[in-house]
């Protein structure tokens, strides 16, 4: 039963194969037993799963059962529960229990979903192998020695050991994509404001968007139907009708324009991981698309102007942890600034830290111009890149990580070299561009993933092009072997 | 490039971070590592460019000044460490 996708799930819940109480059961049960080898969740609420299968239950008896109803996700720690320890991997929160749910978790219990918890994180989703979490690093199902990919590390494992179908994420420089490519799953980051940031805590305002990360593009679009609304709690949500995604995953792509950026293939990429997205983009051309070499000149700016935006965003979001509201707060303070200085110096842990020294340097007095100003033209010059491109192709190809899974520990000496990790999906965030990850075939015998980037709001199209990939291909049904 | 042990203990006093003297060299050194990083924008011709802080230049919404939520204060004032009479207390700031 585990192996059912979201579809699938719902195809049986209505064909009476099986309850929800029956697969949020199986399913609890699966993490109870394997998830001590791949540490995905931080918290399993398997007491309230229960009720919410049995009155889902209910509800598909009485045949008024909405979208999702009775099927079995999870949140990643960074969305709001209410009653529900929200931790975002941080000993920070880990007393923080919020009295408010998140815009995205309301809308998956409006739609009927069941929640089975809450999934491991980099701290504050600052990182891209899942190391920083608190509650220690999250394996990967494929080979339990390895990263998972970060930020959203825990959510990807969980999928890719089948311990639930599909789970939310979140992603400010390739956090849901990047561990979606490391573990053989299915991601996908919305346009920059499609999906609600109201109870999702904030990293870097202007970049951080919610998606989905699921076993297939089919699940990915049932899920976005819901996740994605209109939010008058998030002033920066796009005020924009949505959308049923899963409307267009039929379509024929002949004549579909993929645009190459040779930027994309050069120095830096594993050339396995790069042998797999070219006979993925030959697969492409049999389907009937048609291949253009495009440039986006300004890639190589992409991670330098990242990391002066987003710690300079998080080093003002992160101010509210201050020791007197909620959250962390260090023992005996001296006087009020003894309290902040330790309640944060002991509450952070070293990443978070230290992308608030870099983002307090670059927003300090004499250093605005030169750094904050300097990265947000460069980030208009990223967004024309693709402005230029998307005039002559419909979507763009490329690889979404340069390299497969690495080894626990092997970057945490570097934090350049674990910044490199997200050097073809960060340009997507800054330009505020959906972009999806899909497994593509193996390299050293780890999933790669192929990044697809969309134009402004055309996540359907994206859902489709990735959908008649996995019509045509059983790269998304391979099983990591822990999950057997 | 490295960032001198003044500047690091200036950072963290801005960002209200107690940072320990034996890690401090450590720091530094990591934080150079970052902005040497960042320092590649330094290169880059932008005149006339304007800064972008949306992606898809939207402007704030706004709304009319309408009570829309309850006053919950005891479910937030119980998330804090020390609260009192409905306050929140922090160590004396005032002699």
């Not at chain 1, 009295?99 to 891209?128: C, H, I, R, W």
């Not at chain 1, 004499?366 to 024309?384: P, S």
């Not at chain 1, 674990?418 to 015998?445: Q, R, V, W």
Request: hydrophobic share 40%; glycine share 8%; proline share 5%.
């Amino acid at each position: 039963m585990h192996q059912l996708t979201i579809a699938e799930i719902i195809r049986g819940l209505r064909d009476k194969q099986f309850s929800s109480v029956e697969i949020t059961s199986h399913l609890l049960e699966r993490i109870q037993e394997l998830d001590n080898q791949f540490n995905s969740f931080i918290t399993v609420t398997g007491d309230q799963a229960i009720k919410e299968a049995a009155a889902a239950d209910a509800r598909l008896a009485q045949g008024d059962a909405p979208a999702l109803c009775g099927v079995p996700i999870a949140h990643k720690d960074i969305f709001c529960t209410n009653g529900v320890r929200t931790s975002c991997g941080s000993k920070m929160l880990d007393n923080f229990v919020p009295p408010y749910d998140a815009t995205v978790v309301d809308n998956f219990q409006q739609a009927g979903a069941v929640s089975l918890g809450k999934t491991n994180m980099d701290e504050f989703a600052m990182g891209s192998s899942n190391e920083s979490s608190f509650y220690g690093a999250v394996k990967n199902p494929w080979n339990v020695e390895r990263i998972p990919g970060g930020s959203s590390g825990g959510s990807a494992a969980a999928v890719a050991a089948l311990l639930v179908p599909g789970t939310t994420a979140t992603d400010t420089g390739g956090s849901i994509r990047q561990p979606a490519a490391m573990t053989g799953t299915t991601g996908l980051k919305p346009t920059y404001g499609r999906v609600s940031r109201w109870g999702m805590i904030a990293f870097a305002s202007s970049l951080d968007q919610g998606g989905p990360i699921t076993r297939t593009a089919e699940d990915a679009a049932l899920m976005l139907s819901v996740m994605a609304s209109p939010d008058k709690k998030d002033s920066t949500c796009l005020d924009r009708p949505t959308q049923d995604y899963t409307a267009n995953l039929n379509d024929s792509i002949k004549g579909l324009k993929i645009g190459v950026p040779s930027e994309y293939f050069g120095e830096g990429l594993d050339s396995e991981v790069g042998a797999r997205v070219q006979e993925a983009l030959k697969d492409y051309e049999k389907l009937g698309a048609e291949l253009v070499e495009i440039s986006l000149p300004h890639s190589k700016l992409a991670v330098p102007a990242y990391y002066v935006i987003a710690p300079a965003e998080a080093s003002a979001n992160l101010s509210r942890f201050d020791g007197v509201r909620y959250g962390y707060r260090c023992e005996n303070p001296a006087d009020l600034r003894d309290l902040y200085m330790r309640s944060r110096g002991e509450g952070f842990g070293e990443e978070v830290k230290r992308r608030i020294l870099v983002g307090s340097y670059a927003l300090s007095a004499g250093y605005y111009d030169a750094y904050y100003n300097k990265a947000q033209q460069v980030r208009r010059l990223i967004k024309q890149d693709f402005v230029d491109a998307f005039d002559k192709v419909d979507v763009i190809m490329g690889p979404t990580a340069p390299n497969p899974a690495f080894k626990l520990g092997e970057k945490n000496a570097d934090p350049v070299a674990m910044y490199l990790e997200d050097i073809y999906t960060i340009a997507t965030n800054l330009a505020g561009l959906p972009g999806m990850s899909i497994p593509c075939g193996f390299a050293h015998g780890l999933p790669v993933g192929l990044q697809i980037i969309g134009n402004y709001l055309d996540e359907a199209r994206m859902l489709n092009v990735a959908h008649q990939f996995q019509q045509a291909s059983d790269w998304h049904q391979k099983t990591a072997p822990a999950a057997e | 490039m490295a960032v001198d042990a003044q500047t690091v203990e200036k950072l963290a006093e801005l960002a209200r971070i107690a940072i320990s003297e034996e890690t401090i060299d450590e720091v530094s050194s990591r934080l150079g590592d970052v902005l040497q990083l960042v320092d590649q924008l330094q290169a880059v011709n932008t005149d006339g460019v304007a800064p972008m802080a949306h992606p898809l230049d939207e402007v704030q919404v706004l709304r009319k000044d309408e009570v829309t939520e309850p006053n919950r204060r005891e479910d937030f004032l119980a998330l804090a460490p020390q609260t009192e009479a409905g306050l929140y207390l922090v160590p004396k700031v005032i002699d």
